[in-house]
């Protein structure tokens, strides 16, 4: 086991931070002290690590000095803001909110293994890839031996939970509201999400595309080793509390060999293929899961060089937390 070091977790109160902390737990990650940070409203309450509480500190005074690695689970105004103080400390650093550009913090895929890894000095400071594109990017980067990829198109059917805390409150609320038969007034997002679907998650650029669309497209290609592949991405919001959903279209530059996909995806041990004929849900396979659930593999209907699949990823869990954790283990074996 790698020498203990001090972790701080920011966001600790939030879905994803207090996945992390359980996860740092589970996997028992060599912690020696833990400081949980989060804004002055969230400060003083306390989450369980170890069979103790550990309670949560306002994040404006912390020093970073204090600690070896942070993990940025809050949003990414707050990584911007801290990211020079956080490295001018000697502290290393893992993003998970998309705060910062990937030649600031290039994404890391851990099933990869050191391959995967970008040539960095410490401190370092690395993003943990969106949960669509931690999903997606586990499944090709599998089928990589047998895939010539030309070109991807993927619909990622995101839970209201990519919006946060918040988000899982704005759902309940207004479907609270909706079987009461109360007047529904929306919140969190701008119009009804309950019993919905929302073809756009944040706003939209001049060309029509949302913010999390462009990012997903950068850190497939960075994922995958394909800087020039073409990638469309489309991100809707759905009324599920937790659990993307994706379906995914990759044009190969060769015939699709179906029983090989499967046999890949079989073999790979952060994966869990659904038998043909069923299918894989968010809710009902993947929710609480460490694995990536992928179905419904099949050639184009129409053209044998396009392969089309469906995924299913806890996005807080696997897709967010358990990721940054598994890149940290990673790196402090190469790097710390």
Request: glycine share 8%; charged share 20%.
């Amino acid at each position: 086991m790698s020498q203990p070091i001090n972790i701080a977790v920011i966001g600790a109160t939030s879905n994803v931070g207090e996945a992390l902390v359980e996860l740092l737990e589970e996997r028992e990650f060599p912690v020696q002290d833990l400081h949980l940070l989060a804004s002055s409203e969230s400060a003083g309450q306390s989450l369980s690590f170890r069979g103790r509480q550990v309670r949560v500190r306002s994040l404006d005074a912390f020093d970073f000095a204090q600690v070896q690695l942070a993990f940025f689970a809050a949003g990414a105004e707050v990584t911007r803001t801290c990211r020079e103080r956080v490295l001018a400390a000697g502290c290393s650093l893992i993003d998970l909110s998309a705060a910062l550009s990937l030649d600031q913090a290039p994404c890391v895929l851990p099933e990869r293994g050191a391959e995967g890894l970008p040539a960095l000095t410490r401190p370092w400071c690395v993003s943990a890839p969106t949960p669509s594109a931690v999903a997606c990017a586990l499944v090709l980067a599998t089928l990589k031996p047998v895939l010539q990829p030309q070109r991807l198109q993927v619909t990622a059917m995101l839970s209201i939970s990519t919006l946060g805390r918040s988000g899982v409150q704005e759902l309940a609320r207004q479907t609270a509201e909706l079987l009461n038969g109360r007047p529904l007034e929306s919140k969190t997002v701008d119009r009804q999400i309950a019993f919905n679907l929302l073809a756009q998650v944040g706003a939209v650029d001049d060309q029509g595309h949302a913010q999390l669309e462009v990012r997903l497209a950068a850190e497939l290609q960075q994922l995958l080793g394909l800087p020039a592949l073409p990638v469309a991405a489309t991100c809707a919001l759905v009324p599920v509390f937790f659990g993307d959903s994706l379906a995914v279209g990759v044009q190969s530059g060769a015939d699709i060999d179906v029983l090989a996909v499967q046999q890949l995806l079989e073999a790979e041990q952060g994966i869990e293929l659904v038998e043909a004929g069923d299918y894989p849900t968010a809710v009902g396979d993947a929710v609480g899961q460490d694995q990536v659930y992928v179905g419904r593999v099949r050639r184009g209907v129409s053209d044998p060089r396009q392969l089309n699949l469906w995924i299913a990823s806890d996005n807080v869990r696997k897709g967010a937390a358990l990721n940054a954790v598994q890149i940290a283990e990673l790196l402090i074996k190469h790097y710390l």
